[in-house]
């Protein structure tokens, strides 16, 4: 079956990428690389043998995707392409709305235009549940008001996603991931963005190879396990695997499927800084800061839907995360010192 992955160049996408070509699916990617790199493909090629046919410009313009849909065919869509940053949402909230809303728009006037099309799996968010009164978090306790544009979209998208499949007969996933975490096996891709990371793990990655001085550890007065907030850190592969098997539920005609995607198990910061030491063996610097504005305690995945009903079990640990993630940073680190090395060599020749 032939897949469009929207944003199949950026974290997650790339990885549920090689993850659909290992199990015999044809991949096409629209990504206009507004938050993700080229050289991607090259990884995915390294990684699998296989170069994706891959369009570059903004889902959003109908034109353009109009012909891709012609051209290609495809017969289900996995859509992760839109913005993501929380703090930026606030900030920018129309670029939010614009992007996020307005990519769906497009994708969906295609899946109504070419019928054939009738799949499709949209990166949800745990950020659907706020504040939680309890956890874990099943798919059945309530969606809260977002305090956030970010989360605002996500919550948009389920309830424009839900009523389009009304009416078109059409098979939507709604996947609410947790917090992906780690990066592929083989340290070829990963999740590396440009400046300050707004995340915990992208921003251990940075201080286990010295790119950043110290971790700030916001809050050490929850009411948790040791103080410190918890959450269900999920590998990335493991997420990848969960949209292979979202896609199979879909092919059985279910209607709209929602579904957590976590562990089950929270991890507190301080136990993760612990498992990224253990792993590779080095000492993370932190230090304890006030807490962040807008932070929860404390959430976790209900995991018994995912298991029932997609069969959906994680395989890898946090500690693999935090060595797969490693690996990935100290990669990312040597192929951006090779560039700046080609780069001096350039500016001498001219
Ligand atoms: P990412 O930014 O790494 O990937 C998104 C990709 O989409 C990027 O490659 C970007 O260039 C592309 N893109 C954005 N807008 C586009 C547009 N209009 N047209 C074409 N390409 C566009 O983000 P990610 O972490 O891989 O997240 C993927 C999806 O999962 C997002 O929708 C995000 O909100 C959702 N999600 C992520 C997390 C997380 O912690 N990473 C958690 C919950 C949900
Ligand atoms: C955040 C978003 C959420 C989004 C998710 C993935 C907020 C309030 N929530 O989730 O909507 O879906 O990212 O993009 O922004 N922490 C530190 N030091 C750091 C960074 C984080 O101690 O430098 C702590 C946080 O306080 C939290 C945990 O680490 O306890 C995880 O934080 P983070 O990775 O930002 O994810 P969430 O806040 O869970």
């Given at each position: 079956m032939k897949v469009l992955v929207t944003g199949g160049l950026g974290y997650i996408g790339s990885h549920t990428v090689t993850t659909l070509i290992e199990n015999g699916y044809e991949?096409?990617?629209?990504?206009n690389l507004s938050n993700s790199k080229i050289e991607?493909?090259?990884?995915?090629?390294?990684?699998?043998?296989?170069?994706?046919?891959?369009?570059?410009?903004?889902?959003?313009?109908?034109?353009?995707?109009?012909?891709?849909?012609?051209?290609?065919?495809?017969?289900?869509?996995?859509?992760?392409?839109?913005?993501?940053a929380v703090g930026e949402s606030c900030q920018e909230p129309l670029m939010y709305y614009e992007n996020n809303l307005g990519s769906t728009f497009s994708i969906l006037k295609m899946m109504k235009k070419y019928k054939v099309c009738n799949k499709i799996v949209f990166?949800?968010?745990?950020t659907v549940y706020g504040v939680p009164d309890s956890v874990p978090l099943t798919e059945s306790s309530p969606i809260k008001e977002a305090t956030n544009p970010y989360g605002q979209t996500k919550i948009m998208i389920e309830k424009i996603l839900t009523d389009f499949a009304k009416v078109e007969g059409t098979n939507v996933a709604l996947l609410r991931y947790f917090n992906p975490i780690g990066a592929h096996t083989t340290g070829l891709l990963g999740e590396d963005p440009n400046g300050l990371p707004n995340n915990i793990f992208p921003y251990l990655n940075k201080v286990a190879v010295g790119a950043l001085p110290i971790l700030n550890v916001f809050g050490d007065d929850y009411e948790t396990v040791d103080g410190t907030g918890v959450r269900d850190y999920i590998h990335v592969m493991d997420l990848a695997e969960g949209h292979v098997l979202a896609l199979k539920k879909l092919e059985?005609?279910?209607?709209?499927?929602?579904?957590n995607l976590g562990?089950?198990?929270g991890t507190s910061v301080l136990e993760l800084v612990a498992a990224y030491e253990q792993a590779n063996d080095i000492k993370i610097?932190?230090?304890?800061?006030?807490?962040?504005?807008?932070?929860?305690?404390?959430?976790?995945?209900?995991?018994?839907?995912?298991?029932?009903?997609l069969g959906f079990e994680c395989k890898y640990s946090i500690k693999d995360a935090c060595g797969d993630g490693y690996r990935f940073q100290i990669y990312s680190l040597f192929v951006q010192r090779i560039k700046s090395k080609n780069r001096e060599k350039e500016v001498v020749q001219e």
């Amino acid at each position: 079956m032939k897949v469009l992955v929207t944003g199949g160049l950026g974290y997650i996408g790339s990885h549920t990428v090689t993850t659909l070509i290992e199990n015999g699916y044809e991949v096409v990617i629209v990504d206009n690389l507004s938050n993700s790199k080229i050289e991607v493909l090259d990884s995915i090629y390294a990684i699998t043998g296989v170069r994706p046919a891959f369009y570059q410009f903004d889902v959003r313009d109908e034109q353009k995707l109009d012909e891709l849909f012609e051209k290609e065919t495809p017969e289900a869509i996995i859509h992760f392409a839109g913005f993501k940053a929380v703090g930026e949402s606030c900030q920018e909230p129309l670029m939010y709305y614009e992007n996020n809303l307005g990519s769906t728009f497009s994708i969906l006037k295609m899946m109504k235009k070419y019928k054939v099309c009738n799949k499709i799996v949209f990166s949800s968010s745990a950020t659907v549940y706020g504040v939680p009164d309890s956890v874990p978090l099943t798919e059945s306790s309530p969606i809260k008001e977002a305090t956030n544009p970010y989360g605002q979209t996500k919550i948009m998208i389920e309830k424009i996603l839900t009523d389009f499949a009304k009416v078109e007969g059409t098979n939507v996933a709604l996947l609410r991931y947790f917090n992906p975490i780690g990066a592929h096996t083989t340290g070829l891709l990963g999740e590396d963005p440009n400046g300050l990371p707004n995340n915990i793990f992208p921003y251990l990655n940075k201080v286990a190879v010295g790119a950043l001085p110290i971790l700030n550890v916001f809050g050490d007065d929850y009411e948790t396990v040791d103080g410190t907030g918890v959450r269900d850190y999920i590998h990335v592969m493991d997420l990848a695997e969960g949209h292979v098997l979202a896609l199979k539920k879909l092919e059985q005609d279910c209607g709209v499927f929602v579904c957590n995607l976590g562990t089950g198990k929270g991890t507190s910061v301080l136990e993760l800084v612990a498992a990224y030491e253990q792993a590779n063996d080095i000492k993370i610097n932190y230090q304890i800061a006030p807490r962040r504005a807008g932070d929860i305690a404390e959430n976790y995945a209900g995991t018994e839907k995912a298991k029932n009903e997609l069969g959906f079990e994680c395989k890898y640990s946090i500690k693999d995360a935090c060595g797969d993630g490693y690996r990935f940073q100290i990669y990312s680190l040597f192929v951006q010192r090779i560039k700046s090395k080609n780069r001096e060599k350039e500016v001498v020749q001219e």
